[in-house]
C-alpha cells in the first residue's frame, strides 16, 4: 500500500526557513518523479517542484525558484523540500505526490504558515 506522510511544517516569521520531508513506502521509491504541491486558502493547489528518481533532473514554479531546492534520499525513502526567505503569501498547505503504475497518491499536507 502507498503511503506518504509529509512533516516539518510549522509557523515561521518572514524571511525564515523550514525543512518539508516526505516519508514514502509502498512503492520502489527511486524508480519514479516525486513532486511537491501547496494549497493555499480559498485557492488552487498548485505544483512547487519535481525531481526525478535519480534527483538529476529537478524543476519549479517560476516564483519559487531561488528560494525553494526539493532533494531526495533513496536510501531513506524521503523527499525533501527547503524553503528559504518564507513569505506571508508562502502561507499554504504543502503536499507530497507520487504517480507509480499510474496512479495518483496524496500525503495529507503539513501545514506552514508565514507570519510576525
Known amino acids: 500500500q502507498v503511503q506518504l506522510v509529509e512533516s516539518g511544517g510549522g509557523l515561521v516569521q518572514p524571511g525564515g526557513s523550514l525543512r518539508l520531508s516526505c516519508a514514502a513506502s509502498?512503492?520502489?521509491?527511486?524508480?519514479?518523479?516525486m513532486r511537491w504541491y501547496r494549497q493555499a486558502p480559498g485557492k488552487e493547489r498548485e505544483l512547487v517542484a519535481t525531481?526525478?528518481?535519480?534527483?538529476?533532473?529537478?524543476n519549479y514554479a517560476d516564483s519559487m525558484k531561488g528560494r525553494f531546492t526539493i532533494s531526495r534520499d533513496n536510501a531513506k525513502n524521503t523527499v525533501y523540500l527547503q524553503l528559504n526567505n518564507l513569505k506571508p503569501d508562502d502561507t499554504a498547505v504543502y503536499y507530497c505526490?507520487?504517480?507509480?503504475?499510474?496512479?495518483?497518491?496524496w500525503g495529507r499536507g503539513t501545514q506552514v504558515t508565514v507570519s510576525s
Open positions: 505526490n507520487a504517480r507509480p503504475n499510474g496512479r495518483i497518491y
Open positions: 509502498g512503492f520502489t521509491f527511486s524508480t519514479y518523479t
Open positions: 525531481i526525478s528518481g535519480n534527483s538529476d533532473s529537478t
